[in-house]
């Protein structure tokens, strides 16, 4: 029983989360690839079906069947029901028992002239290729020939090319031409009479025929069945033929059943056997594949059953089917998951137009709810789905079972959950469809930027417990990545453990301050807003306020820079608006207290290194009890020049009906003035940098130039 098959029929729980592929214990050994041709089979060992005893007692009747006036079979089924392989199965018994069996493929010839005579040369070819009935296959040359008559002049071309010359054609037809067809026929019914077993011709995939060509092909039966001891084989869908010879009232199963002395339908397929044969061809498509993608167990059973089998309906598919996910899986590398993967491709497939409207249908498919659904929903989403699902036709259901299983966020769509945008995390860790970035690489076959942010991600998780690797591995990123990868982070949150806390926290604070604080839009708050929502998120996973405060302990003295563990105190603190309340309110202060002293004993190389001064400076001179210390501002232009760094800011304003952000620079002057306790100080600080230094950046200069000679910004203005 191969893995799919196993994980299918499993009786034991299903396992919590979703286990690699690659990581399935009791595989057999990694073998090369088997993907088997859209090809008939020919030979026992090949047949997956079980036809092959079936197909010996249909070769047994026709030998026992009387042929002396020629005799007509059919092997009936739909397309792709394995017509051809049961009748090459039967083929190699009756040609075990002395039977010559011959082919003739009508697909090659148009036109019942060029059928007719095409049809007397193929079967003589192929009977005088065969020992004992070279002399046979000469009557049958000669009997065509006299049929067809003049009109197989236009044809000369191949006999001139076996050595014949087209004057001796031209005679012998002419010759034929007054002796009569009667009298070839005459011949080859005495030499026929006398062979010791039947001959079998062979015509197959009669139905994929045009309309006319197909009654041409029953037309030549008709004129030639009543040859003794020839047996026609023919193959065909019963529908798609009846309907062909259909004409004027009527019915073409009743013209077919003139033609036809007996039709064997092909046994349906056991439902549980082309299960397996489905099983079997997924398992052999994926070998060999390095990566795969993560297969979930809880998913499979629901997704094959409502949605990849309702599509599969006989072995032709099954090939198809494992065809195209063994290109499809590979090219994507392990990057989207193995179930969603093998559903689409599925769609693809087997519904085309289902597929062609996916990447339209992408905002319907992912969008997830407003506020879990109470907020107004935009109608074009809805009426994405609705086309969708329309597009399938008489699969309907299909397409409602893979937004069921596959797609969450639509469900509300067609009268499900509703699922809000807290979910998405989870759908993109697990690469799964759901998240627009995953369906979007899957479709697009390109990893767009924030795909290769979480790429990263997801590197940089699996070494989110090792301090050293965890820190190498960022710093070697791209310094305008780091935000979008430290931002994916969170997407792990709920896979946070007590061995991720401390070494993620130190790195993710000591890079806090090196990281590009460019603003990308209006509702950005920036980078270090980034880092705490990461750090919050580690230490909030620990268990209780104990377990917090040891953690935040250990961080705290691996931390180089004042702010950034500012920032990790203030997330566990009880600051209004600001703390999460992770410690003690007992515990925040004393690690508050412990941190002004800090900033008060800390010297000018590591006070002119903060990019945030402003707000250590200010809050520790705010929250400053009145047993403490006062702070003094050292009399430093780098000291100086860092709080002027720090107190620059932008207001960031868009006008309605327009995507333009508008920024304006601003110096929390206030903030600066309390800091140095009058004005007058910062001004003289101020003229002190000037005089000590001219690498000022030009910018902020001439913005503290301006709030020195008394200008002010006014709430709204449009300076």
């Not at 090319?161 to 087209?166: L, Q, Y």
């Not at 093998?342 to 506020?371: K, N, Q, Y």
């Amino acid at each position: 029983m191969n893995w799919f098959k196993q994980i299918f029929y499993c009786k034991h729980s299903p396992p919590e989360r979703p286990t690699p592929l690659t990581k399935v214990e009791n595989r057999e050994p990694r073998r090369q690839t088997t993907i088997a041709a859209d090809n008939p089979i020919t030979s026992e060992s090949d047949d997956a079906l079980n036809r092959t005893a079936i197909a010996h007692s249909f070769a047994d009747q026709i030998q026992a069947i009387d042929a002396r006036n020629g005799l007509v079979v059919g092997v009936l089924g739909p397309w792709g029901s394995g017509k051809t392989s049961f009748i090459n199965l039967a083929r190699r018994n009756l040609e075990d028992d002395g039977i010559a069996v011959l082919d003739f493929n009508p697909w090659m010839f148009s036109g019942a002239d060029q059928l007719v005579q095409a049809f007397f040369v193929e079967v003589t070819a192929q009977l005088k290729l065969r020992p004992g009935f070279a002399e046979i296959g000469g009557l049958i040359e000669e009997y065509g020939e006299a049929f067809s008559g003049l009109g197989w002049l236009p044809f000369v071309g191949p006999w001139i090319e076996r050595g014949h010359k087209a004057t001796g054609i031209l005679a012998k037809l002419l010759q034929s031409k007054k002796e009569g067809a009667g009298g070839r026929r005459a011949k080859v019914t005495r030499a026929l009479t006398d062979i010791p077993a039947p001959i079998v011709v062979v015509l197959d995939d009669i139905d994929r025929l045009t309309t006319p060509e197909i009654r041409d092909v029953f037309k030549l039966v008709r004129l030639t069945a009543n040859f003794p001891n020839i047996v026609y084989l023919l193959a065909f869908d019963r529908v798609r033929v009846e309907q062909a010879l259909g004409e004027q009232g009527i019915p073409g199963r009743d013209y077919l059943e003139k033609i036809l002395q007996i039709g064997v339908d092909l046994p349906a397929v056991p439902f549980d056997v082309l299960n397996s044969q489905i099983f079997t061809g997924i398992d052999g498509a994926l070998v060999g594949i390095e990566k795969p993608g993560d297969f979930d167990s809880n998913v499979w059973p629901d997704v094959f059953m409502e949605i990849i089998r309702p599509l599969i309906r006989n072995m032709r598919d099954v090939r198809r089917f494992a065809a195209a996910i063994h290109g499809a899986v590979r090219d994507l590398g392990g990057q989207v998951a193995l179930v969603d993967a093998l559903a689409l491709e599925a769609i693809r497939v087997f519904l085309p137009d289902v597929f062609a409207r996916l990447h339209s249908s992408m905002a319907g498919l992912t969008t997830t709810s407003s506020d879990f659904g109470r907020g107004r929903e935009p109608e074009h989403l809805k009426e994405q789905i609705d086309v969708l699902i329309e597009s399938a036709g008489n699969h309907q259901q299909v397409v409602r079972s893979l937004i069921e299983h596959l797609f969450p966020a639509a469900q509300r769509h067609i009268g499900g959950s509703h699922y809000g945008g807290d979910w998405r995390n989870g759908w993109l860790v697990n690469r799964r469809i759901a998240h627009e970035d995953i369906l979007r690489l899957y479709l697009e076959r390109v990893v767009g930027e924030r795909l290769q942010a979480f790429s990263s991600a997801e590197i940089a998780w699996s070494k989110l417990a090792d301090k050293g690797a965890f820190s190498e591995f960022l710093g070697d990123l791209p310094v305008e990545q780091l935000r979008e990868v430290i931002s994916m982070l969170e997407a792990y949150e709920e896979k946070y453990t007590l061995e991720h806390v401390v070494p993620g926290s130190v790195v993710l604070l000591n890079l806090q301050p090196t990281i590009p604080d460019v603003q990308r839009g209006i509702f950005d708050f920036g980078a270090r807003m980034t880092v705490t929502r990461v750090v919050y998120r580690l230490v909030r996973s620990l268990d209780g306020p104990a377990a917090v405060e040891a953690a935040v302990r250990e961080i705290l003295p691996q931390v180089s820079l004042l702010s950034p563990k500012l920032d990790l105190i203030t997330i566990v603190g009880h600051r209004d608006g600001a703390g999460h309340k992770l410690v003690t309110e007992e515990a925040a202060k004393v690690l508050e207290r412990e941190w002004r002293a800090e900033v008060r004993d800390a010297d000018q190389a590591l006070l002119s290194q903060e990019v945030d001064l402003i707000r250590v400076l200010g809050l520790a001179i705010d929250d400053a009890n009145e047993d403490e210390p006062t702070i003094s501002v050292p009399d430093l232009p780098e000291i100086t020049l860092a709080l002027l760094k720090s107190a620059k800011s932008e207001v960031k304003s868009q006008a309605m009906g327009s995507r333009a952000v508008v920024r304006k620079p601003r110096l929390h002057w206030e903030g600066l003035v309390k800091i140095y306790g009058d004005e007058g100080t910062l001004r003289q600080r101020i003229d002190a940098l000037k005089a000590a230094t001219t690498e000022v950046d030009r910018v902020l200069v001439e913005l503290v130039d301006k709030y020195l000679s008394g200008w002010r910004p006014k709430e709204f203005d449009d300076d």
